[in-house]
């Protein structure tokens, strides 16, 4: 496999269910990224790691946690979610953090509808 | 605050050329970035420029004016696979991507 993978690529879960999102880098990157995408707005970046340290929480709520155990794996565990957080969930690598001409790799995404 | 406008969406025909425009607000610059997202796919990268002027790349070109806080994107000779959403973001002084809600461009044949 190449690039930025994302699983499952298509989400359904009801409110008071517990869900995960999984995503795999395959660049040799350090840093990682989680975006939530809504139909006519802009990117919001959720969340971001480097070296798997987390260095960027962007005021999202608890119902989101994230997890990085290494370099090359990001997670999402969602629960309790409300229906406003359905939406696309792209995950992004880059090289360097975001130094430079650091470019941003994504994957494909997860559609996620909460019911 | 910072932002990043951009048309909602844009019409042109195949075989010709499109201009789409962005334009910024950011504390402190440190690049601009277009990326193409076709529907239901990820977002691809296509160019990057932190110097003023242009930079071509086949049938897409890349323009920056630092000085207006200004940015377009060039498509030439117009394909329909080139139908797709293009996003502009630019990177602040912290090195945080600002991004746009993009631009939704529709090829006709």
């Known amino acids: 496999e190449t690039g930025v993978t994302q699983t499952p690529r298509h989400l359904v879960m009801g409110m008071t269910n517990k869900k995960s999102l999984k995503c795999e880098q395959h660049?040799?990157?350090?840093?990682m990224y989680w975006y939530k995408q809504s139909a006519k707005k802009p990117l919001e970046l959720m969340f971001v790691?480097?070296?798997?340290?987390?260095?960027e929480n962007n005021s999202v709520p608890s119902r989101f946690s994230p997890e990085c155990p290494n370099s090359s794996h990001l997670f999402l565990h969602l629960h309790t979610l409300q229906p406003e957080d359905s939406a696309l969930y792209l995950c992004?690598?880059?090289?360097?953090?975001?130094?430079?001409?650091?470019?941003?790799?994504f994957g494909p995404g997860t559609r996620l509808t909460v019911l | 605050g910072q932002n990043i406008d951009q048309p909602t969406e844009m019409t042109a025909t195949e075989g010709a050329i499109v201009q789409i425009n962005c334009t910024y607000q950011?504390?402190?610059?440190?690049?601009l970035f277009w990326y193409q997202q076709h529907a239901g796919e990820a977002p691809t990268f296509l160019s990057y420029?932190?110097l003023d002027g242009l930079e071509e790349k086949g049938r897409f070109s890349s323009f920056l004016s630092r000085s207006k806080g200004y940015s377009y994107l060039l498509l030439k000779e117009l394909q329909m696979k080139d139908s797709a959403s293009y996003l502009c973001?630019?990177?602040?002084?912290?090195?945080?991507?600002?991004w746009g809600a993009g631009t939704k461009l529709i090829i006709k044949p």
């Open positions: 973001a630019a990177r602040d002084s912290n090195y945080q991507l600002i």
């Open positions: 992004a690598s880059s090289q360097e953090g975001g130094r430079g001409a650091d470019t941003q790799y």
């Open positions: 950011t504390s402190g610059f440190n690049g």
């Open positions: 790691y480097n070296f798997k340290e987390q260095t």
């Open positions: 420029n932190v």
């Open positions: 660049l040799g990157h350090n840093a």
